[in-house]
């Protein structure tokens, strides 16, 4: 039978095609990916293409000719206009003669799509998973098949798939779908080699789960698998809390107590799966319609998800029981999506430089870069990740908690009356404060009294205080200055930023000596790390900051740069992603691609234990020292 | 650096060998495969091979010169002497010049023993699991490798083993197993791929289990995996049997009861557990050293086995759920061997034809044979596959559980007390009987009374009667027999094979009329199978009869040839293979190639669906006719 000359656009893949095959038979043979649920039924038009000449023209009646005509399933599915405008069905589409066919963005199977989160970028979509609709030939006396092996049948005819293995409990739901459905099913594709779900009938939902479990929040993102889109999400405490705010009493916990890694566990679960009801109830969908999930978290919160022991993070050489990304079955960990789903967990770097931190990294994409950028990550420790397309190396660095709020004398946690964000005037040394809850400051009567300080204010207070000249360069209170504000105590002196009656404490909110050298001890365990970062890598300067997680979404940039806590660099070339290690999750949940990226760099980002430079403690001591105060005034 | 001519033999593989590799990296290089459990470190010594010069001499003092002279680790595990007959281990001894490389039998990775099982066949060991023993490099501060990214290092480089897989039980293990074993770990390996236990030290352990689930009887075959001998055995009733005897009554329970399923499974992982845990106590490991398993039973045994619902089997068109093997997690089932343990179920072949069959035909292998081979397996049905290495056959007759002693006036299972086999003199019509449970025939004085009459003695009866002119070819009893033993009743009449005295019940044990027409419809279904299937073959005679199952352990060859149960051949071309069916089950354990050959072959088997051939009826009553006495009397 005569041969006729088949072009793909955009893709360009040409061959010749034996008239009488199908668009769809003729895209198989060239390696051109379609998108199709019903497998060639004409049932779900998602393999949508528009018909051209072989010259590329739609207009010519001759492209027209060289194809069958339209069936009376395509004219329902595409309607009367588009069949006008040359779209057709490729399963339903015959080639009688040479043509091109051009593939719309949507029928291509992997293709970008604007996301609608936060953060709106470009994703590609690439699942792990897909539905497939299939039509199975009903069973009958002397032909003896198993409904696996029809089912396998299908698979093998209408879409090319051999050799795939099925999941014990989607097997076991076969023969019931089969027949309640007609013998029309529709099965869930892991990988393009496992089946992990089967459903009666038609069955298009399919959802994925992005979770990133943090030592203080976690927080789950329900995706649409086909479009990308986030349509859910769900955050709440980490309930380990009970067992110890950070992540080291947690990590004592399972070695105090034998069934201290169960507990974590067991609480861990409880609450994932509550956010699992929670999500699937915002989408009305029902668990079981999760049909793939990744996970990402500092490298503690990442081994007690995987039941790993954490206990040797806790102390030197902090080795991880695992780096590399790990895929486990939801049904074994008891999380309650689609139990034969595969859950993801993505790699970690190394000891402290967890998933999240790889999430952050394949989010942000600086290997992608020519830019030299610095990626910081600061929880109860600062991560640290610099490079560009060339190189990429990575540390971690004792901050301590003082960014959080923690080990400060009026310190809290950026919850309601935390005063956010500080003015000093650097005259009157006269201040203005906000606190959570109101926009109003200080001097416009908030209704919200202050109840506390949060990290974000502390490095306020701390810049706004060398700028006002109350603290010197080194952290010391400044003698002798004769304001209302300044106390010098026997033990200690503070600077009031509250007084009594703007607080809901009944006493003065202050700033004390010891607070400024928690900060210090902070900014020079971050900034040494970056600076010896950048000898390593042999640079003078960074092009980019990027600060990851919420802390970043609060800080003031310039008040940041000029109490030093990260290298010079432009206030303009200062980012904050908000949650980027959970839109790691998401891109590495809706694109298969972006797994092998995060275990490929996970690999090549090279980890520097700053411990072993011999001058470290040098650097640290230089580092916690702040930026000269004239060079604050330029700014 | 000079490279060397290296030959391994009996392999024959040859290459050029850089001078200082060890004959192991040769080996891998030049596509041998060497036993290692140790992978390089001169502990285990299974790498074992004997150096001789180029030409295959070990005398000339050349070939000692081309290697590096032995170590004390060597000497220690091969002992002086091996060493002056040209002994080295693979992984000690560098290529210092042209040498042959003779690899003894133990070595090589594949090789076949005797296994020291009943039916002594010689199996080639080829099993999925193999354990390796690692010494992996202890962790340093700067060198931020995961406990599992030490291990695949080692695996990699000692092993040439990559992106191998880790269940994350035997991950969640591996921390306590590294740091107790001074960083000495055993891995187990399957197939290749996946890491599924982790022991710390050297643990040399590995077992399997061979499990037959039968709708009667469960039978497990421990074996040792490096020598492929059985070394404990155990069986039991199946404890469904209190949901009903035969398969069909436990189908009807599944469809009849919505918790059917699970009671049928419970009760059987239950009785399964025990067998576990009694093979193990008589070998003396623990449970978790089973680290493989395969399974076999009947189509109905299979499904529950793995929770796929059984219903569809016992209606028309008889369509089971998975024909295909299917590998599942021990942990997933509740197995109690290794959690992460593989479990592999045979093939089955179609409705009523199951993975038994499958297990009966590669333990039989007729599909490498030229002799026409009838196996026939007789439960409460009967299967047959009739072939050689041309083409095979299959099909599924209603023989009805009469050869079971069911359906049988006095039928009884063959327990203690059951008649077993009977003698009648042609011309007196005295009749001699022997009970299971004591070697005496009834004229001798035997201890033990009967109680009943079992399959195998409802054979000897029949033919014993038809000999004895007692039955006619159709099988009417011949009237007016004057004989004490013949009894004419109203309802029907029947022949006394022991008196009231000989039994334990106070009456007489006979075989009546419908007795007989029992036994006539059974073996019409089983001869007129047989005869549609050579039929389908268009061959007139077969060479071979195989009877597998305990049935054919204990029934009279020639009684049933005489009674025409099967196509006629000479009685020495009968053979009984006891539990073929088990055995089958324990080649696919200790050998992969046997899975594989399970797979292929239950698909090649042609099931022919006996009741859609249109002379069925025919065939079936023109079965049931007794063989001519003449032919009887010639015999």
């Not at 069955?203 to 990308?228: I, N």
């Not at 990575?394 to 301590?400: H, I």
């Not at 404060?433 to 506390?452: E, H, I, L, N, Y």
């Not at 275990?599 to 001591?621: C, G, W």
């Amino acid at each position: 039978m005569a041969k006729h000359s088949v072009i793909f656009q955009p893709a360009g893949n040409r061959g010749n095609i034996q008239e009488g095959k199908t668009i769809m038979e003729a895209a198989r043979k060239l390696g051109v990916g379609l998108q199709s649920t019903c497998g060639g039924h004409q049932t779900c038009g998602k393999c949508k293409v528009k018909v051209l000449d072989q010259h590329g023209y739609y207009k010519s009646k001759k492209g027209q000719e060289k194809v069958s005509p339209p069936t009376e399933k395509e004219k329902g599915l595409l309607g009367e206009d588009a069949i006008s405008e040359g779209y057709r069905l490729a399963c339903a589409t015959q080639v009688l003669g040479a043509l091109t066919v051009e593939v719309p963005p949507e029928t291509q199977v992997s293709h970008e799509v604007i996301s609608k989160t936060a953060i709106q970028k470009a994703v590609t979509l690439k699942p792990a998973v897909r539905k497939l609709y299939l039509e199975v030939p009903k069973p009958q006396l002397g032909h003896s098949q198993g409904d696996w092996e029809r089912v396998s049948g299908v698979l093998k005819e209408h879409f090319a798939l051999k050799d795939l293995t099925i999941d014990h409990e989607a097997l076991a739901a076969l023969p019931k779908a089969l027949r309640s459905g007609n013998w029309k099913v529709t099965l869930t594709l892991f990988m393009e080699k496992r089946v992990i779900r089967i459903e009666s009938g038609l069955a298009e939902k399919a959802f994925g789960l992005a979770l990133d479990v943090g030592t203080t929040t976690l927080a789950g993102y329900l995706c649409d698998l086909p479009t990308g889109e986030v349509v859910a999400t769900e955050a709440r405490s980490n309930p380990q809390i009970s067992y110890g705010e950070d992540v080291i009493s947690r990590i004592t916990r399972t070695i105090r107590n034998q069934e201290g890694l169960n507990e974590l566990r067991s609480c861990l679960f409880d609450s994932l799966n509550e956010l699992v009801q929670a999500v699937s109830q915002e989408a009305n969908i029902a668990g079981e319609d999760i049909i793939d999930a990744t996970i990402v978290g500092n490298t503690a919160m990442h081994h007690i998800f995987l039941n790993l022991d954490p206990q040797h993070l806790g102390s030197s050489p902090f080795t991880p029981v695992l780096q590399s990304p790990m895929d486990i079955n939801a049904r074994d960990f008891g999380l309650s999506i689609c139990p034969g789903a595969n859950v993801h967990a993505l790699p970690v770097e190394a000891g402290f430089v967890g998933a999240d931190n790889v999430a952050v990294v394949i989010a942000e994409e600086p290997y992608n870069q020519d830019d030299m950028m610095l990626v910081i990550d600061v929880g109860t420790n600062g991560e640290l990740v610099l490079g560009n397309r060339k190189k990429l190396v990575s540390a971690s660095c004792a901050t301590g908690p003082a960014f959080e709020g923690a080990h400060i004398k009026f310190g809290m946690r950026a919850a309601r009356g935390a005063i956010e964000s500080i003015k000093i005037d650097p005259d009157s040394r006269e201040v203005r404060f906000k606190v959570v809850g109101d926009d109003r400051w200080s001097d416009q009567a908030p209704a919200v009294k202050a109840t506390g300080i949060c990290g974000s204010a502390i490095i306020d207070a701390t810049a706004e205080m060398l700028h006002a000249g109350i603290i010197n360069r080194r952290g010391a209170f400044i003698k002798n200055i004769s304001n209302p504000r300044m106390l010098y105590n026997k033990k200690e002196a503070e600077f009031v930023i509250a007084w009594a009656d703007e607080t809901d404490l009944g006493r003065d909110i202050t700033v004390c000596q010891n607070d400024i050298r928690s900060m210090q001890l902070g900014k020079g365990a971050l900034l040494s790390g970056a600076n010896l970062l950048m000898r390593q890598l042999d640079i003078e300067n960074v092009d980019k900051v990027i600060l990851a997680g919420s802390f970043g979404l609060h800080i003031d940039r310039q008040n940041a740069l000029d109490m030093g806590l990260f290298p010079d660099v432009d206030a303009e070339a200062v980012y904050s992603t908000g949650n980027a290690a959970g839109e790691g999750a998401r891109l590495a949940l809706v694109n298969t691609d972006k797994r092998r990226e995060a275990a490929d760099i996970a690999r090549r980002i090279e980890y520097m234990e700053l411990s072993l430079e011999s001058d470290f403690q040098t650097e640290f001591v230089r580092a916690m020292i702040f930026p000269a105060p004239q060079k604050v005034g330029e700014k």
